[in-house]
């Protein structure tokens, strides 16, 4: 990282090649040069506290509610219009440990449980330290919520099989409505704003001002370019799950955006800009309710057949024809595994018959209708037994007027009408399963072992989508940003989906967890920016 002894701007003019000043003979920037000064603009106004916040979803707010609750002055700044636009106010709830609902139902789960399973599913390619510490704070992240804030909670059941009545939190206590958005986390900003902090909203932090290594300030456009500088900086602008090119960067095929997509990797930008290491773990946690394509009228809808076929364990091809996983995994853990192997697949199709179509449009459920398998369809009981689809032929002609649903007399005309030539043979081999109860090439559970036998058929186009995108800057285990040497970037600290420490690829098979590691990473990088601060 060249970083000069005068005022140094990171920001994302500097990934897009914006010149440097005065530089040596090797093309770097000299010791008493800005490493990209041509990138900052004049700003209209500059503020000054104790700590910036970029991002006000679930990490930007919980690190402001722990800075002002050490008496910091605390600036956030937001790019949407409220509080209320982030994933971190909408999702369902974050997954949690010992908590006082979780105590007060007798529910016996520990730390060292949790943080032993999260370690081995991610195959130990995530930061330990940090990890234990988000855990050890994630029962009493969600008290807070409902004792210092009055936001409800609840308990959802385990839908997932982690082994527990629950594991994570809902945002509705005893009614069935979700509390989300504004009513989420405005109690929060109260809190922030009765403590001195503030916030600015409709703006955007773009760079990241450095001086002498070290991180003092962000500049921010909005209705005008405002410097704000700090003594500490907290990144946790949400990923970038709004920007189609990133995708294409990071996973090679398009990706749908069910979240918020104001958030396109800003942060991730200008923190690399300033020297900050890229994670090595990049995914996605996928949709666990449905498929999706961007040709529909509505990139998902869970009631919709022609959408959820797809995860309900039948035959997935890819655009050759050819099927690429074992779908009871999509079907059983279609949260944490569902969004890698739709990586995988990239435009995916889920092949079927008219006898598949009509047995869910005689009122069967999708579970019972693929077997009643409780074992290895854990998640298929816990949310679709008793659930029957409704107008599934008035979904599925909707689908193939929008483009993305394919209907054929023969399988060989199903194949040249979605140009996958090896399907045929590939159907002929999967019934051969079928009639086996054995599925030879990926030994999928006999129970989503469905005949593609009776015409017509039906091939629907799905395409991976996402709720949070996964990677992001690589941190030390106090969240602080770290540079080619694996040194801390004094005064920068990163947290929620532009961290890329807490969240492993695949997404963890906990219910809740990026939820999770957005609230409780963004209450460490408060903590201990406030640390650092003192010391």
Known sequence: MALGSVAALAGTAALAGCA????SSDGKATADEPSDAAGLATADETKECDIAIVGAGGAGMWAAVEAVRAGKSVIVVEKGGNVGVANGSLAGGPFMVGSKLQQEAGIEFTVEEAFNHIMEYGHWSTNAAAIKRAVELSGETVDQFTDDFGVPTGLRPD????????????????TEKQVRGEDRMKPLQEFIEGNGGEF????????????????????????????????????????????????????GTFVNPLGNVLSVGEGIDMVQAAGGQLSTQWGIAGNEFTGSNQKANGLYERNNAAFTIGIYGTMLVNNQGRRFSNEGKFANLPLALGGAISLVGGKYYAVVDQAYIDGLASGTDAWTLCGSDEINWRTGMMTLKDKPLEKVEEGIEAGMGEGWVFKADTIEALAEAIGAPDLAQTVETYNGYCENGVDEQFYKPACFLQPIATGPFYAMQYEPSAWVTIGGIRTNDRLQAIDSEGLPIAGLYVAGADNGTLMSAPYCDYEGYSLMCAYCGGRMAGMYAVEEIEA
């Not at 839908?159 to 005893?174: E, I, K, P, T």
């Not at 409709?202 to 002498?212: P, R, S, W």
């Not at 410097?227 to 990071?250: P, Q, R």
């Open 159 to 174: 839908n997932y099989g982690a082994g527990h009545a629950s594991v994570r939190a809902n945002f509705q206590g005893d």
């Open 20 to 23: 440097p000043g005065a530089s």
């Open 200 to 251: 600015i909203f409709n703006t955007a932090g773009k760079h990241l001002i450095v001086e002498n290594g070290i991180c003092t300030g962000v500049q921010c456009e909005g209705d005008s370019v405002i410097d704000v500088k700090a003594k500490a900086v907290i990144v946790a602008t949400g990923g970038f799950l709004g920007s189609t090119e990133k995708m294409l960067e990071h996973f």
